[in-house]
């Protein structure tokens, strides 16, 4: 079965460092990847997602993601965290096969808290 | 585009109620899936449909069901509201290949007394 994993429920960065929002997934064969954001009181908003090709993906925001295959990690990075930054993030994986529904598979979240 | 739209914002039940939440699309788009989400569970696929006359279910689909009778709404229907279906509802829609990001809606904050 797919699973996500996100191992930290809560990252605290501090204001112009380098921020990492970890996860691993679990599934047969090759997946698309996503990160999405989620506000206060908001939906989701998608950042950005691996479909083939390099590994280093960037999105929106400034936001990165590197896909590590052996690992199976798929790690939202960015250089320099903002104020703003401070969100639940959602880690997905959606199966290739498509006749399957597509279903989109969830992380349980990590909060992001970035202090001035 | 309004994007995808859900209605109501906030709904109070009582225990064995019955209410639809309603989501409506105007991106063409031919998947549309609900979704609750739940402290520390992420969110969870309730159901889902790949076209207007097709539907599917989702990892949570007891107590819920769902109709897709055009391509632009996908109602949900709670059957007989129990406590354990307080939780926040969204819809989400997407162009029909698997690589295409999801888009969601606002949710919908659902208490069962």
């Known amino acids: 079965a797919q699973s996500v994993a996100q191992p930290e429920d809560q990252v605290n960065v501090a204001e112009g460092n380098p921020l990492t929002v970890k996860c691993t997934y679990s599934v047969s064969g090759n997946p698309y990847l996503f990160w999405y954001v989620q506000y206060p009181n908001r939906g989701l908003q998608f950042l950005l997602k691996?479909?083939?090709?390099?590994?280093l993906v960037k999105g929106s925001y400034g936001f990165e993601a590197e896909f590590n295959k052996s690992q199976t990690s798929f790690h939202l990075k960015k250089p320099s965290a903002l104020v703003s930054d401070s969100a639940l993030y959602f880690c997905a994986v959606r199966d290739r096969i498509y006749n399957q529904g597509g279903k989109l598979i969830f992380g349980q979240g990590t909060e992001l808290s970035v202090k001035p | 585009n309004a994007g995808v739209t859900q209605t109501p914002k906030f709904q109070v039940l009582k225990t064995g109620q019955s209410m639809t939440l309603q989501c409506a699309q105007d991106?063409?788009?031919?998947?549309m899936s609900w979704y609750r989400q739940d402290p520390g569970m992420g969110l969870r696929l309730i159901h889902y449909?790949?076209?207007?006359?097709?539907?599917d279910q989702g990892e949570v689909p007891n107590g819920y069901n769902v109709s897709r009778s055009t391509t632009e709404d996908f109602p949900l229907r709670l059957l007989s509201a129990a406590p354990s279906q307080t939780s926040v509802y969204f819809c989400?829609?997407?162009?029909?290949?698997?690589?295409?990001?999801?888009?969601f809606g606002p949710g919908t904050r659902l208490t069962v007394l």
């Open positions: 991106m063409n788009h031919e998947y």
């Open positions: 449909s790949v076209g207007a006359g097709i539907t």
């Open positions: 691996y479909i083939t090709g390099d590994n």
């Open positions: 989400a829609s997407s162009f029909g290949s698997s690589y295409n990001e999801q888009f």
